[in-house]
């Protein structure tokens, strides 16, 4: 991707949350940012998005970072999720007062990215050891039962993350950065119906976020940037200048207009967009 793509004004760092542990998943919740990080506590670093102070730790009971994969937050059900690829399983925790934790495991294949549906149930994205079998499954909010189950084109490999759109498509990042890194939207039926060109330049995309406008944020942790697409997952531009630190998981505040992003050197730096 050459410099003529970059944004010459409009997306700019506002801020960064340094540490040291590689971040596993940022997750948003009543202007407080959850960051899920690579060591062996069982603690979640919780941030205020107002004047972006360290407010607290939250700690999960069987929660371990080494094994965890992303986090995500629902606003509706006051909760947050976490995969756990080394227990195949998705931790629910409640915000209440007593913080309740369920442990919902999966019927197979290893748990990566994380996202909410449409109707707030959780979408998982599930693969072998192997990177094959792909699949989405979608996880009732309740009782972490699967009430849809999307097995991918086998032309889809190393998946790490899906998020359904309005029009009940989905948008999956996958490969590696030696092969078939890629973006798709793929039907309900797990069929590809749209990819990104080849010489697009992509090297192992592991993250989306989505904009209200329909805008695709992609951590491309093998350049070291974050593209945009538009919903076409036609290539926009570079949302900053300068390379990062592998990025490895966004989340956008529509509210702030803020997209958050974490790398592999702990730091999560916010983009005023």
Same mark, same amino acid.
């Given at each position: ?133 792909? =699949? ?104 900053? =200048?300068? =390379? ?30």
């Amino acid at each position: 991707m050459t410099s003529e793509y970059y944004f010459a004004e409009g997306p700019h760092i506002v801020h960064t949350f340094p540490r040291d542990n590689d971040v596993r998943g940022v997750a948003l919740l009543n202007n407080e940012l959850y960051v899920l990080r690579d060591r062996d506590d069982d603690q979640v670093d919780i941030y205020s998005t107002t004047d972006f102070t360290l407010l607290s730790y939250l700690s999960v009971r069987g929660v371990s970072g080494r094994s965890m994969r992303d986090i995500t937050a629902c606003e509706r059900k006051r909760c947050i999720y976490i995969s756990d690829n080394g227990m195949s399983c998705v931790h629910r925790v409640r915000l209440d007062a007593g913080m309740s934790v369920n442990k919902w495991r999966l019927g197979g294949g290893s748990p990566r990215g994380l996202s909410l549906t449409r109707s707030s149930n959780l979408l998982v994205t599930c693969s072998d050891w192997r990177g094959k079998d792909c =699949k989405l499954l979608e996880l009732s909010s309740d009782s972490g039962d699967c009430v849809r189950e999307i097995r991918l084109e086998s032309c889809i490999d190393w998946l790490w993350h899906g998020i359904e759109l309005d029009s009940g498509q989905y948008i999956v990042c996958c490969g590696t950065r030696a092969m078939n890194s890629r973006l798709c939207q793929v039907d309900s039926e797990g069929r590809v119906t749209e990819r990104n060109s080849s010489d697009e330049g992509l090297s192992c995309p592991c993250h989306l976020a989505v904009d209200v406008d329909g805008s695709v944020f992609v951590a491309n942790a093998g350049d070291k940037y974050v593209p945009q697409c538009d919903a076409a997952l036609k290539f926009v531009g570079i949302i900053i =200048k300068h =390379k990062l630190h592998s990025p490895q998981r966004l989340c956008v505040d529509h509210v702030k207009r803020c997209l958050y992003v974490g790398q592999t050197d702990g730091n999560v730096i916010v983009v005023q967009l």
